[in-house]
Each structure stands twice: as structure tokens, then as C-alpha cells.
T-cell receptor, first 115, second 119 residues
Framework: AQSVAQPEDQVNVAEGNPLTVKCTYSVSGNPYLFWYVQYPNRGLQFLLKYITGDNLVKGSYGFEAEFNKSQTSFHLKKPSALVSDSALYFCAVRDGGAAGNKLTFGGGTRVLVKP | GAVVSQHPSWVICKSGTSVKIECRSLDFQATTMFWYRQFPKQSLMLMATSNEGSKATYEQGVEKDKFLINHASLTLSTLTVTSAHPEDSSFYIC???????????????FGEGSRLTVL
């Protein structure tokens, strides 16, 4: 079975400060990891993904995430947060151990960036 | 980029009526589309997976006779909530996996979502 956890329901950060959104996962095979962002009353937008290769992945809007196999984590980061980054962020995992595995989403973390 | 359009964005209906939600991939063909349900302040719950030209695969606990899914073409999937009741009120989101993109490693493209309110 595969699972993903986002331990923080909400993260508050001042504009200009670094932003980190935490994510840990559990899979039996190789993890395929994704981050999506959701703005109010909208669908999800893809930010970045880790499949293989370099542990540091860079994505849209200045976001990046670091894959840490030993800690089974894939935390999302942004060096300097903007007010417009306020949204709901979802981490997702797919177990690469077999083809056709579904994507499992974490519970989501609400980010509030204050001016 | 790949665009997925959902219609309608908002719908209000009376209890007992049926509502159809459309999900279209505008600039790509989607071999597989997914339908999710999202409750307020909660994560996405996968309802079903639809493949073009075949019957949808429903997740455990999702009533296939209540939530009818049709994937008639490579660019269109529809979700019909039959005999809707207030407990069906929710935010429904579709996503699509583009043809030619590895379904395991490729990202999904999501529609804008459809908010259903059943009175």
C-alpha cells in the first residue's frame, strides 16, 4: 500500500521569508512524487515532480523540492514567499513498483503568506 | 500547456434531479481521465478511472449507478450524478492523463472543478 502524509494543516509565513511545506511518503517500490497547488474554487496545478535522478527538483513559480530517500520525504520549498503563493498544496505519490498504480494525495497544507 | 476544461463550474439543483458534468481535454487526447471528489478543507478522493471506449473503474464505496461516468471520446468524459441528494453536494474535479505521456511518471492535468449544491 502507498501513502503520503502532510503533517501540517497550515503554514503561516511572512512575505519574503522562506517557505517549507512538509511531505513524507510510504511505498513498497520506487516513489514517484508530485506537488500540486490549488487556488480557491479551482482545480489543481502541477508544480514539480521527482521520478529519478537529481534529488533536488526545480519547478514552477520558483518552487523546488528535495527528495530524501532515507527520510522518505519530499519537502516543498521556496526561498522567498509571495502573498500570491497563498493556496492549498498537495503532495502526491505513486508507487513505481508496478505499472498502473494510482496517485495518492496527502491531506493538503494550507499556506498563508502575510504581507 | 495541456488544458482541461470542466463545465459547469457551479451548479445548483433540486433533490432528485440528475446533473451532468463535462470534462474536456482541449489541446490533447486523454486515454485516461480520473474523477475526484473533494470535501471542504479535505484532500481529493478518487471516485473512478475512465478509459476511452471502456467502462469506468470505480473505487470501493463509490456507487456506480449513482455516479455514471462516460468516456465517449479521447477528449471528453462526463460524470452524471443521478437522483442527486444534499449529501452529494461537493466539489468534483476531473483530471486527464495525456496520450503518449507515461501514465506512471507523467503528471496529471486537472480541470477547474465543478461545485455541486443539491437543495
Amino acid at each position: 500500500a502507498q501513502s503520503v502524509a502532510q503533517p501540517e494543516d497550515q503554514v503561516n509565513v511572512a512575505e519574503g521569508n522562506p517557505l517549507t511545506v512538509k511531505c513524507t511518503y510510504s511505498v513498497s517500490g520506487n516513489p514517484y512524487l508530485f506537488w500540486y497547488v490549488q487556488y480557491p474554487n479551482r482545480g489543481l496545478q502541477f508544480l514539480l515532480k521527482y521520478i529519478t535522478g537529481d534529488n533536488l527538483v526545480k519547478g514552477s513559480y520558483g518552487f523546488e523540492a528535495e527528495f530524501n530517500k532515507s527520510q522518505t520525504s519530499f519537502h516543498l520549498k521556496k526561498p522567498s514567499a509571495l502573498v500570491s503563493d497563498s493556496a492549498l498544496y498537495f503532495c502526491a505519490v505513486r508507487d513505481g513498483g508496478a505499472a498502473g498504480n494510482k496517485l495518492t494525495f496527502g491531506g493538503g497544507t494550507r499556506v498563508l503568506v502575510k504581507p | 500547456g495541456a488544458v482541461v476544461s470542466q463545465h459547469p463550474s457551479w451548479v445548483i439543483c433540486k433533490s432528485g434531479t440528475s446533473v451532468k458534468i463535462e470534462c474536456r481535454s482541449l489541446d490533447f487526447q486523454a486515454t485516461t481521465m480520473f474523477w475526484y471528489r473533494q470535501f471542504p478543507k479535505q484532500s481529493l478522493m478518487l471516485m473512478a478511472t475512465s478509459n476511452e471506449g471502456s467502462k469506468a473503474t470505480y473505487e470501493q464505496g463509490v456507487e456506480k449507478d449513482k455516479f455514471l461516468i462516460n468516456h465517449a471520446s479521447l477528449t471528453l468524459s462526463t460524470l452524471t450524478v443521478t437522483s442527486a441528494h444534499p449529501e452529494d453536494s461537493s466539489f468534483y474535479i476531473c483530471s486527464a492523463s495525456p496520450r503518449g505521456l507515461d501514465p506512471d511518471t507523467g503528471e496529471l492535468f486537472f480541470g477547474e472543478g465543478s461545485r455541486l449544491t443539491v437543495l
